[in-house]
Nanobody
């Protein structure tokens, strides 16, 4: 059974840094990419960053230049280094895993197949 477990959340002052980790247990067949999402109070969940198996990364405009996603395949762990944190970064951060799309192996599934339980990040002034 696949489990994604996030850690590293907490409270930090604006301008500070946090590093989130997402450890994967269990085997994800045809894994395509790992992602970080976040959901702020009263808002919809949004995609923050993704990293494909080949290391290709993508970021939301709101975090470009401040956040960095990396992965350690040997440890089955994905990280999100968050620098220059702002109040607007306050949210629950979720790790997610996507498999290759059925019938279109070159694409990742449109929605993640597995989710972690989330970790709270609170940024205060």
């Amino acid at each position: 059974q696949v489990q994604l477990v996030e850690s590293g959340g907490g409270s930090v002052q604006a301008g500070g840094s946090l590093k989130l980790s997402c450890a994967t247990s269990g085997y994800i067949d045809n894994r395509c990419e790992m992602s970080w999402y976040r959901q702020a109070p009263g808002k919809e969940r949004e995609l923050v960053s993704t990293i494909k198996n080949d290391g290709t990364t993508r970021y939301a405009d709101s975090v470009k230049g401040r956040f960095t996603i990396t992965q350690d395949n040997a440890l089955n762990t994905v990280y999100l280094q968050m620098n220059s944190l702002k109040n607007d970064d306050t949210a629950v951060y979720y790790c997610a895993a996507s498999r290759r799309e059925v019938g279109a192996w070159w694409r990742c599934s449109a929605q993640p197949d597995y989710w972690g339980q989330g970790t709270q990040v609170t940024v205060s002034s």
